[in-house]
Nanobody, 122 residues
Framework: QVQLVESGGGLVQAGGSLRLSCAASGLTFSSYVMGWFRRAPGKEREFVAAINWSGGNTAYAESISGRFTLSRDNAKSTVYLQMNSLKPDDTAVYYC???????????????WGQGTQVTVSS
């Protein structure tokens, strides 16, 4: 059974940083593209970032480009989202997802975590 477990969310002041982790099990992690999406209150789920199997190719949403960095450790079956210069608009539930192609299209991802809450206070 595939499991994606996010951690690292919490409450932070604007301008602060958080690092989210997503630990995967039950799949050949190094074969999967890993992505992050988020859903803010009252809004649609939106793409944040994705990384290919080797970590050599990444894609970022414009809204977070330059502030967030995605990386992965295939030996630990874990992907990390380093979030710096956080803004109140970044407040959302953040979801980890696994798929086969780098895309911002959420239905293309096969597996999803339960999400972790990130709250940025002003």
């Amino acid at each position: 059974q595939v499991q994606l477990v996010e951690s690292g969310g919490g409450l932070v002041q604007a301008g602060g940083s958080l690092r989210l982790s997503c630990a995967a099990s039950g799949l050949t992690f190094s074969s999967y593209v890993m992505g992050w999406f988020r859903r803010a209150p009252g809004k649609e789920r939106e793409f944040v970032a994705a990384i290919n199997w080797s970590g050599g190719n990444t894609a970022y949403a414009e809204s977070i480009s330059g502030r967030f960095t995605l990386s992965r450790d295939n030996a630990k079956s874990t992907v990390y989202l380093q979030m710096n210069s956080l803004k109140p608009d970044d407040t959302a539930v953040y979801y980890c997802a696994g798929g086969k192609v780098i895309t911002s299209h959420s239905p293309a991802y096969d597996y999803w975590g339960q999400g972790t809450q990130v709250t940025v206070s002003s």
